[in-house]
């Protein structure tokens, strides 16, 4: 039986295509459309094939739905993984990037995760978080330029700017609600998302935003389901920083994080530690002892991870085991 491995450079309009079989290698370029992706699968791949690319997002669409019902091994590869795996490298293109995606899967196929198809809900919740951010920043942006306006008062054009930026961000602010309110809609129709929002909400300090998040991140907790590892994805854990006996660090996070969902987090432990529950006990107790406020509201973040996959591991809300005075 051959062996065939296929490494795929995605753009918005094109797709360039290492195939090798047995050792033999062939450079294809080919329409980033539906009928021209068929296409080449039927032609050139047999079942059984080893199929990677790079995670761009929307621009990956196309090839995951004709992918979806072909019978292949299909690996989708972190950006950032692949290009701390080549090493000292010179020169860059299409054709040399499916090169090394096809290379790369060929020799790490076994330590790879193999990509499945996401359920319908989890790909609207995916879009519309998308959406949502981008009004969200947005706005931050105009709230931001209203600062600027009283620079402009000797001009007297001022007052007309700021009416104007109230009226973009009273807009976008109708947005990102619709939008909301679809992502609730979304949840609600679907049973198992539902149950599973209500469990990671009732975890202190984690609110809508937050559960929405895990949940497309996870893909409704299918594709990450240890804590460790999803402590370690959003940059909550402290990891050492060594050498010998004469080079030796504090431990310190890792700069490989979701940025986004670590400063989710944060608001979220900020939050817990306001309300009475054990994390706001425990918080409190390590700031007693000396430790740094930072270290342990980070320590905060990382409890609150653990305690929503205990939750939806368990299938039992949230019980918070402070006795109250």
Not at 209 to 215: D, F, H, I, P, S
Not at 249 to 258: G, L, N, Q
Not at 277 to 304: D, F, H, P, Q
Request: net charge positive; glycine share 4%.
């Amino acid at each position: 039986m051959k062996k065939i491995f296929i490494g795929i450079d995605i753009s918005s309009k094109t797709l360039d295509i290492c195939l090798k079989i047995d050792g033999r290698i062939q450079y294809l370029t080919i329409q980033n459309e539906l009928k021209a992706i068929r296409a080449f699968f039927k032609r050139h791949v047999a079942n059984g094939a080893v199929v990677a690319m790079e995670n761009t997002g929307r621009y990956n669409w196309n090839l995951f739905e004709v992918l979806t019902d072909l019978d292949l091994l299909v690996y989708v590869l972190s950006p950032l993984h692949l290009k701390k795996s080549l090493g000292l490298s010179r020169g860059k293109n299409d054709k040399i990037d499916s090169f090394r995606i096809c290379n790369y899967i060929e020799k790490n196929q076994h330590e790879s995760v193999i990509w499945k198809a996401s359920s319908i809900s989890i790909r609207k919740l995916k879009i519309l978080l998308t959406e949502r951010e981008a009004r969200v920043r947005m706005r931050g942006q105009l709230v931001r330029q209203q600062h600027d306006y009283k620079l402009m008062k000797s001009l007297g054009i001022d007052k007309e700017l700021l009416k104007l930026n109230k009226k973009l961000i009273e807009a976008i602010h109708a947005q990102v609600k619709k939008i909301e309110l679809d992502i609730e809609k979304c949840i609600m129709g679907d049973c198992e998302l539902k149950k599973k929002a209500e469990l990671i909400r009732s975890v202190p300090g984690v609110g809508k935003v937050v559960c929405w998040t895990m949940m497309a991140k996870t893909e409704g907790f299918t594709t990450i389901t240890d804590p460790r590892k999803m402590a370690c994805y959003c940059g909550v854990v402290p990891f050492d920083h060594q050498s010998g006996t004469s080079i030796r660090y504090r431990s310190r996070v890792s700069v490989f994080a979701d940025k986004g969902l670590k400063s989710l987090l944060h608001l979220a432990a900020m939050s817990a530690i306001r309300l009475n529950n054990e994390l706001k006990t425990y918080y409190r107790r390590k700031v007693e002892e000396g430790k740094n406020k930072m270290s342990v509201l980070n320590a905060v973040r990382n409890k609150i991870v653990h305690r929503i996959f205990a939750v939806i591991k368990n299938q039992t809300m949230y019980k918070n085991d402070l006795v109250l005075s």
